[in-house]
């Protein structure tokens, strides 16, 4: 579904965005538009009832004449939307305010030619008027304008002006001081016109700024995604199986770039890692196949024919001997599984190293004396909190491979010593050495410096990865130095254990 895409989302949301920004924008354009153009139009209408009032009332627009009762003239005067006829030879009869005017006297309405420019052209967009007398009596209109007009409620009430819309038209009128009424009004649809134009022209504005920035949007949605999709190619590519490939992407400094960087350093651990496991099952398979093969032949050579019962006992021997070594090696293997997973019993107490290093002395010293290797001490008191089986399982591991990887009246130096706060036993011998090329692997497992010697005693090259799982997992770090025929140093780092509460007695 394509709502499931990131691209299409942000582009749903970037075309909502600008569609309400977009709508709001020609919204108040059209609206300030109208507001504006209908402003325009009153103050126009303002305009020509102020001038047609003038004209009522006697101002230097205006010309009244009192019709003679001889005049037969028709009603209310019509003026041709062209203007009046200022030439008449009518005579002025002076200003109609005042008592000069009695109710159903005749009048006569006669505009100056400034006045009536204000209604010309031709329609609809031409102003039209109507004066009605006090007595409602139509005194004129213009000649163009809509016959329907009828004189506006409230006669007499207020002098103020009033504009309204009526039909298509908009009209402003307003009641003299003698009562007369002036209307003055124009047709709406010109600026109807001009209001659909100007719609129809921010919509085509709109959907252009629309479709520009929905492309824009696509496009950059696009860039921003792209290293997004090379991910998710790389990764699915590398859970096909093919660990050692890795995301390329163009710009390794942005925020996917660095993502990139931390998916491509997480590969080569778990490619590490899944190497490591494959050496490691490899490894194992090897190492249980010898013993099983010398098993198997045993068993094979000695039911070949009949056999004495010493060379049964014999045989039996080193059958009981190659299991052992077997069982070494699950234990071992069993015991660095254990401790990698974090499996072992969180039995941890505060512990002093010095009386842990010398207990494990007492009970490697036969196998010293055998070896003819003396074991020599320093130990300083110190704590950690720790397993205590663990740390005695360290340090028999340290101890027996400074034996027996040593000369004869060869040594081997426990110390334990206590410093700023942390706990270092050190295992120091003057055996073999291990040369500079193997040191940074001999923490591997089933890595042997010396492959002749370790295989010959049994050693399957587990101890020193067993020592190093423990160490790490409880906190510590293991390091080593050595230098060929001169001897090795293990040494084995601990947070020492906070110092213990004092007693502290009140005097009473
Ligand atoms: P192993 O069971 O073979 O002793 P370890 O993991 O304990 O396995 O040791 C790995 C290898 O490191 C050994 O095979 C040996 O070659 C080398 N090694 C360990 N300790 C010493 C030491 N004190 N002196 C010299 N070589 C050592």
Redesign the pocket.
Known sequence: MFTHSIRWRLQLWLAFLLVCVLSGFGLTVYQLQRITQLNQLDEALKRRVAALNLTVRGGPMMEFFRRSDTDKGPGPRDFPSGGFNSGSRERPYGPPHGPGFMPGEKREVRLSPETAALFSGSQPGAFYFSVWSRDSNLLARAAGGPTNVSLPPGMGRDTSLHAGIRGKNREAYQFTELGDCILVGRSLIPDWDAESRLAWMLLAAGGGVLALGLSGGWLLTTRAIRPVEEISAAASRISAGNLSERITTSEPNNELGRLAGILNNTFSRLETVFNQQKQFTADAAHELRTPIAVLISEAQVMLSRERTPSEYKESLETCLDTAQQLRRLTDSLLELARTESNQFDSDRSRVDVSEVARDCVERLKPLAAERNVVLKTELNPGEVIINSDRLVQILI?LLS??I??NKPGGEVLVKTVNETGKISIIVQ?T????PEEDLPR?FDRF????KSR?RAEG???????ICKAIVEAEGGELSVE?KLNVG?TFKVLFPGAAPRARNIQVAP
């Open positions: 591991n491979n400074g027996h990887y011998d055996g073999i050495g291990i001999i890595y042997r410096a010396d370790s050693r399957a090259g587990l101890g020193l990865a050595s090795t």
